[in-house]
T-cell receptor
Framework: GAGVSQTPSNKVTEKGKYVELRCDPI?????LYWYRQSLGQGPEFLIY????????DSGLPNDRFFAVRPEGSVSTLKIQRTERGDSAVYLC???????????FGQGTRLTVV | GENVEQHPSTLSVQEGDSAVIKCTYS??????FPWYKQELGKRPQLIID?????GEKKDQRIAVTLNKTAKHFSLHITETQPEDSAVYFC????????????FGGGTRLMVKP
C-alpha cells in the first residue's frame, strides 16, 4: 500500500482480555517500530524489528507485551491480561534498511474498560 | 538512555508571526533529530530533520538549528498560517543503532487568524 496501515483503528476491550494489534508496513521497508502514545504525551518506543527479528525490545513495559514479525513484513503487537493503564494509541512506523526517515501509521486507539 | 525535553508545551501566535520551539537532549551520541507534526487524531508526519554533521537546515518556512555542544535544537516556523496549528514533537536518535526515536513531550501550536 501507499503508507503504513494499522488495524483496527479503534479497539475497546475489557480488563483482563487479550488483544492483538496489526501493522502492515510500507512495502520493502525492513525496519519496523512500535510506539505507544498516551494522551497529551509524545510517543514512547516499545520495540524495533529489523527483518524478522526483534533487534531491540527494551521499551516493552512488561512481559504482558509481545510482538512478532514472522515473515519480515506484517507485525502483530500482542497484549495479554490487559489493564486500564494500557489504554493509549499504539503507533507503528517503518523505514528502509539503514538510517532513513520513519513513516508512521494512523495508530490503533486501545481502550481498556 | 536518551532524555528529550521540549519547551514550551503550548504556544499561541498571531498569523504571520514566527514560532520557535526548543528541545534539549541528554545523550551526546544522538546524531539524528527529526521534527514531527501531528494533527488531532492523525499520524505524526515528518516535517524536517537534521543530522549532527550540519548546524542548520531550511525548507521554505521551516528551519531547524542544532547546537551539538549545548545539546539543543530548535524548530523555527516563519510567516505562520492557521493550518500550522497542530502538536509538534521533536525527537532524537542514533541512526546507526537502529534509529529508535526518543520524543519530547510535544508543543501545541495555535495560530490565531
Amino acid at each position: 500500500g501507499a503508507g503504513v496501515s494499522q488495524t483496527p483503528s479503534n479497539k475497546v476491550t475489557e480488563k483482563g482480555k487479550y488483544v492483538e494489534l496489526r501493522c502492515d508496513p510500507i512495502s520493502g521497508h525492513t525496519a519496523l517500530y512500535w510506539y505507544r502514545q498516551s494522551l497529551g504525551q509524545g510517543p514512547e518506543f516499545l520495540i524495533y524489528f529489523q527483518g524478522t527479528g526483534a533487534a531491540d525490545d527494551s521499551g516493552l513495559p512488561n512481559d504482558r507485551f509481545f510482538a512478532v514479525r514472522p515473515e519480515g513484513s506484517v507485525s502483530t503487537l500482542k497484549i495479554q491480561r490487559t489493564e486500564r493503564g494500557d489504554s493509549a494509541v499504539y503507533l507503528c512506523a517503518s523505514s528502509w534498511a539503514g538510517p532513513t526517515e520513519a513513516f508512521f501509521g494512523q495508530g490503533t486507539r486501545l481502550t481498556v474498560v | 538512555g536518551e532524555n528529550v525535553e521540549q519547551h514550551p508545551s503550548t504556544l499561541s501566535v498571531q498569523e504571520g508571526d514566527s514560532a520557535v520551539i526548543k528541545c534539549t537532549y541528554s545523550d551526546s551520541a544522538s546524531n539524528y533529530f527529526p521534527w514531527y507534526k501531528q494533527e488531532l487524531g492523525k499520524r505524526p508526519q515528518l516535517i524536517i530533520d537534521i543530522r549532527s554533521n550540519v548546524g542548520e537546515k531550511k525548507d521554505q518556512r521551516i528551519a531547524v538549528t542544532l547546537n551539538k555542544t549545548a545539546k539543543h535544537f530548535s524548530l523555527h516556523i516563519t510567516e505562520t498560517q492557521p493550518e500550522d496549528s497542530a502538536v509538534y514533537f521533536c525527537a532524537a536518535s542514533i541512526l546507526e543503532a537502529g534509529n529508535m526515536l526518543t520524543f519530547g513531550g510535544g508543543t501545541r501550536l495555535m495560530v490565531k487568524p
